[in-house]
């Protein structure tokens, strides 16, 4: 059996190895750096194309941003979807007071792009990518891109007052989330990406109050169609958070589908050269066409 740390290091090489791909238009949804979103065109000239939201992952931190999700988001687009990729504001660049890693996520800010950029993208892609059909719209992410996804399509069952809260369910066809942080409770028992999630809701002093708006296991049932992909070898999120979530959702009365792909770990979900990325773009094709 191969050593799980230099596996998920070999996969990890491979999933980066990929030149970023330059997007074929972009727009801003604020003002803010950050707040943009890239779009990719069907490279087999289709029209009506379905369009996947992609939010990248990276544990909410600084130095990730959605360069390293641009040859997966090419992918997609070979595979003949339209495709938004969303940047968001992360964490700084300065760790955290006795840490090491830069801090992850801010409070609210996070929360207040991905709300925005969500309610922004079907007007900008008529704008910028018109061949998207708005009508078909599926939401992916990987990671702690995956929780994103999972919170974006569970804004209408936010608690009454949250200022991310829809009316309404979001227009989707459904979401795949990849690897996603979905459990914050699991999460944060296994220590998954060095305390991430406590840092993304300001520190353990607000965790319980934070979570209540930001963990997916407790914003349930969501009447979305959601389907989790995730490797069984993973050990940077592992599959146990997955399972958690699943088995919150059976409890709230929801079905979530899972498709746990052995001897896969981390990154292949996102690597172009890995069969764990074409069965990621099948689960997509399952809810967009």
Not at 50 to 78: E, S
Not at 137 to 165: D, E, F, K, N, Q
Request: aromatic share 6%; with cysteine.
């Amino acid at each position: 059996m191969p050593d799980p740390a230099a596996r998920d290091a070999a996969e990890e090489a491979s999933a980066f190895s990929h030149p970023a791909v330059d997007p074929d238009a972009s727009a801003a949804y604020g003002a803010h750096p950050d707040q943009v979103v890239d779009f990719y065109a069907p490279r087999d000239g289709r029209t009506n194309a379905p369009l996947v939201i992609a939010l990248h992952g990276g544990a909410w931190r600084a130095p990730y941003d959605r360069r390293h999700l641009t040859p997966f988001v090419d992918f997609l687009a070979r595979r003949g979807f339209a495709v938004a990729s969303v940047e968001y504001r992360r964490g700084s660049d300065i760790p955290r007071q006795g840490g090491t890693a830069p801090v992850a996520g801010r409070w609210p800010e996070t929360f207040d792009d991905v709300a925005a950029a969500m309610d922004a993208v079907p007007e900008l892609a008529a704008a910028h990518l018109p061949q998207a059909d708005p009508r078909r719209i599926v939401l992916t992410g990987h990671s702690a891109g995956g929780h994103l996804a999972l919170w974006a399509a569970a804004r209408h069952v936010l608690p009454a007052g949250s200022p991310w809260r829809l009316p309404a369910p979001p227009a989707l066809r459904g979401v795949v989330a990849l690897a996603p942080i979905a459990h914050f409770d699991r999460a944060v028992e296994l220590g998954v990406c060095g305390g991430a999630v406590t840092e993304l809701l300001g520190g353990e002093a607000d965790f319980a109050a934070r979570a209540a708006h930001a963990d997916p296991a407790l914003l349930l049932p969501t009447g979305i169609a959601t389907t989790v992909v995730q490797g069984r070898d993973d050990i940077v999120v592992p599959s146990s958070v997955a399972e958690s979530y699943a088995e919150a959702a059976a409890k709230a009365g929801e079905t979530v589908g899972c498709t746990f792909l052995e001897e896969v770990g981390h990154f292949p979900l996102i690597d172009p050269a890995a069969d764990a990325c074409a069965v990621v773009a099948e689960e997509i094709a399952q809810l967009a066409w």
